[in-house]
Structure formats: C-alpha cells, structure tokens
C-alpha cells in the first residue's frame, strides 16, 4: 500500500468491481483505451484478477486507487508489462485510468508520481515507460510532470490506433527528484 495526500494505493477486493466496472463503463473515460470500447462487469472483473496475476508473477502491478477522505474507489494507478506493444520490450509501463468525476483535479498526476516512485526505489526499475494514443493530451502532459519524455511514435497492433511512448531511466529519475 501506498499513500499520497489525498489518496490510497492499494491492492484489489472484491467490492472494486463493482465501482471499477461503472468507470470502464463510460465511454469518455474509455475513448483512449486501446479502441475505445466500453468493458462489463465480468470484463472488469477478469482484468482486476489479470493486474492481481501481475502483483504476484512481477512483484508490481496496478493499484487500486481510493480517495483517502471518502474511501470511494477513484479507479487505478500502477505499473504494468505493456505486453500489447511487442517493439518497446523488455519495458514496465506506468499507466492510470480514474472516473470523469475524478478528472482535472491533479488525482491522476498524484497517483502515478507514487506508482513511478515505487517502481524505481522499491522495485529497482532501470527505466518505465508510459504509452499514450496520439491526441490524448491529458494523458502526455501527465507524462510530461511525470519528467517523461517522447521516445517514439507507433502504432498499437491490438487496435491499429497510433500511440506515442514516453519514457524516464531511474538516472533521469534520481536528477529529476534531487
């Protein structure tokens, strides 16, 4: 578990689908997700128990992401295989994904500031990455305060959609937090 100001980063339970679901069920939260599709109840519930795979073949994963004042499930933060974008392996990907009502308020930059921290001080990460489609600004200028840098533009097979990486060594990362 982690802890930021205003938010908790922790692990899954079972009363998150449900909250979780209702996010991946917006299709403005969803319109940057590979092709934009909306996912179900059972589909969220499947990728809660592939992140929670992840945490224990990796050592790291996504975190569930609550707002420490209310204990509302915002939606999540963490780091990731982008296993969907074979050229920029071997990589670890920060990646977040919050419900609109959480959107403009500093919560997504929050969360991955500590998901990036964790994955250079706790798990030795030499370099993470984040990938975003081309035209998701919110999501770059996030990358950007994260001291992310673009590194290439591609194309994501899963979806045919074009997506730009960023990236940040932990050299990078150490001068940056100086």
């Keep these: 578990m982690l802890e930021t100001p205003r938010l908790i980063l922790r692990r899954w339970r079972e009363e998150d689908v449900a909250p979780m679901a209702a996010v991946h069920a917006d299709p403005e939260v969803m319109?940057?997700?590979?092709?934009?599709?909306?996912?179900?109840?059972?589909?969220?519930?499947?990728?809660?128990?592939?992140?929670?795979s992840e945490w224990e073949s990796q050592g790291f994963g996504l975190f569930a992401v609550e707002i420490r004042s209310t204990g509302e499930l915002a939606g999540f933060t963490g780091l990731s295989v982008p296993d969907f974008l074979?050229?920029?392996?071997?990589?670890?990907?920060?990646?977040?994904r919050l419900g609109r009502?959480?959107?403009g308020q500093g919560l997504a930059t929050e969360a991955a500031v500590a998901a990036v921290r964790f994955g250079f001080e706790e798990?030795?990460?030499?370099?993470?990455?984040?990938i975003a489609q081309v035209g998701n600004d919110a999501s770059e200028r996030i990358m950007t305060k994260l001291?992310?840098?673009?590194?290439?533009?591609?194309?994501?097979?899963?979806?045919?959609?074009?997506?730009?990486?960023?990236?940040?060594?932990?050299?990078?990362?150490?001068?940056?937090?100086?």
Excluded: K
């Design 31 to 52: 319109r940057w997700i590979r092709d934009g599709s909306v996912r179900d109840e059972q589909q969220t519930r499947c990728g809660i128990q592939a992140w929670e």
């Design 86 to 96: 074979p050229e920029v392996l071997p990589a670890v990907e920060v990646g977040w």
């Design 101 to 103: 009502s959480h959107w």
């Design 123 to 130: 798990r030795g990460l030499d370099r993470i990455v984040s």
């Design 147 to 178: 001291g992310m840098h673009p590194v290439r533009e591609t194309v994501n097979p899963t979806c045919g959609r074009r997506v730009r990486v960023f990236e940040l060594s932990s050299d990078q990362y150490v001068t940056t937090t100086r």
